[in-house]
């Protein structure tokens, strides 16, 4: 049976126009893919990973033309509906930044701070 | 000392962070606006332009070659020596020698050349202003 690891992911935006996705989520949907057991906490600025209807334009450099701009509510919506992984947001972090929780991808769930060491029963932590 | 030309230091690798996207779309915009650019790529940057890199499928995606069209810097700097010569502007954009070697990245984009920081030095003496961007 695969170790339960839970992924603290607090590094927001980082190369996702390059790489089309966030590194992190990618590989974490990746190994779920082969029998890896994850749940993911989203903090910091990455809570805005959750906000629906968001994108990025297509990016543009003299004539060459960006086919598929990152979406990240939809790849947080694809993890928790079709991997399966539990996506959790940290609630103070929400509200620091003005962020309504109405707004969300739907599932998404609330952890406040103070619960996430609750969450600390798995056999590995990873700190993204 | 010319005021239509700017200096650029890049430091970030590819496909690491936003910064170089950010740098991209100034140096895009740049000769359009009637400025000459010199770009000095150093450490990580100076794979920005190695030719090998290659664009792969997606399985996350579901998506294959040429669905995911997956960005390559190297084809955002040809991309953007393309424009700039289009306006009339020049880019000269130096690759770290040094960097380059360590890290087996000596294959570039033409237009693109090997220097030293001695080039960086040459780009603060002749531009306007200059731009740093770190890897933090």
């Known amino acids: ?128 | 000392m010319a005021d239509t030309t700017i200096a650029i230091a890049l430091m970030d690798p590819p496909y690491e962070s936003e910064n170089l996207t950010t740098a991209l779309r100034i140096l895009d915009v740049a000769p359009r606006r009637g400025y000459n650019i010199n770009v000095f790529a150093y450490e990580g940057a100076a794979a920005l332009a190695f030719t090998r890199q290659a664009a792969h499928p997606n399985p996350i995606h579901g998506k294959d070659v040429a669905q995911e069209n997956h960005p390559t810097t190297k084809d955002q700097i040809a991309a953007l020596l393309a424009e700039a010569e289009k306006h009339g502007g020049k880019v000269d954009w130096v690759n770290c020698g040094m960097c380059v070697d360590e890290r087996g990245v000596n294959e570039h984009v033409p237009g693109t050349r090997r220097g030293s920081p001695a080039d960086f030095h040459g780009f603060v003496e002749a531009s306007v202003n200059v731009l740093v961007i770190p890897t933090k």
Not at chain 1, 38 to 52: D, E, F, I, K
């Open chain 1, 1 to 128: 049976m695969a170790k339960k690891t839970l992924n603290i992911v607090e590094s927001a935006y980082r190369a996702v126009m390059e790489e089309q996705d966030d590194t992190i989520l990618w590989v974490l949907a990746a190994m779920q893919g082969v029998g890896a057991e994850h749940t993911v906490v989203l903090r910091g600025n990455a809570v805005n990973y959750a906000v629906a209807g968001q994108g990025a334009s297509r990016l543009t450099i003299g004539d060459w033309q960006q086919a598929h701009p990152p979406k990240m509510d939809t790849d947080i919506a694809d993890l928790i509906q079709k991997r399966k992984i539990p996506v959790y947001v940290i609630t103070e972090d929400l509200d620091d930044r003005g962020i309504d929780r109405a707004g969300l991808v739907p599932e998404v769930r609330f952890l406040a701070k103070a619960a996430l060491p609750g969450l600390f029963e798995y056999a590995v932590v990873n700190h993204w």
